[in-house]
């Protein structure tokens, strides 16, 4: 860290390897905002060359082609300030786990809900008293009935696991 201190407050430039590292820190940045969807970019105000670079290696299937094109997102990145972009990549990340979680929950609910049935109706009543008990039960019901064909069977489970997400939802955190 001194070391680089003392070399800008001389005048000398970066070291090969310094601007190496910096250089795939930026084509690494442009790689995942490749991967982004075109309103998602849009969202982040990128400037409008880079935008027209990353949508146009969207477009490239060509291996080595696509190549050249990151090394000339890279080198634009070079440009911009990487900081607010990596921020806001990173909340995307972080809200997509929690959403992947919050989905776990509920189809472990789900899955209780069809295998130990009344027992854990009553163990997600006592947690959530709002639930409306007997329209889980009529899912419930439906969905592990043995006189009811596959299809509706499987129309209830996923009309419980929305039952179950609304009511997740309706809880505060």
Do not use: C
């Amino acid at each position: 860290m001194q070391d680089d201190e003392e070399s800008q407050e001389f005048g000398e430039r970066p070291s090969k390897s310094a601007r190496k590292r910096e250089a795939d820190a930026a084509q690494g940045l442009g790689t995942r905002l490749i991967a982004l969807k075109e309103s998602e970019l849009a969202a982040l105000g990128l400037p409008e060359k880079l935008f027209d670079a990353i949508m146009l290696a969207k477009r490239i299937t060509a291996r080595g082609g696509l190549a050249r094109q990151r090394q000339y997102i890279g080198k634009l990145m070079r440009d911009i300030d990487p900081a607010p972009i990596e921020s806001a990549l990173n909340a995307r990340s972080r809200g997509a786990s929690i959403d992947a979680g919050k989905h776990k929950r509920i189809e472990a609910w789900r899955e209780r809900l069809l295998t130990e049935g009344p027992a854990a109706l009553d163990e997600l009543l006592a947690w959530s008293p709002a639930a409306d008990r007997k329209a889980l039960k009529a899912l419930i019901d439906k969905a592990t009935g043995t006189r009811v064909d596959s299809g509706s069977r499987d129309a209830a489970s996923r009309e419980l696991f929305r039952s179950l997400r609304t009511l997740f939802d309706s809880i505060p955190r």
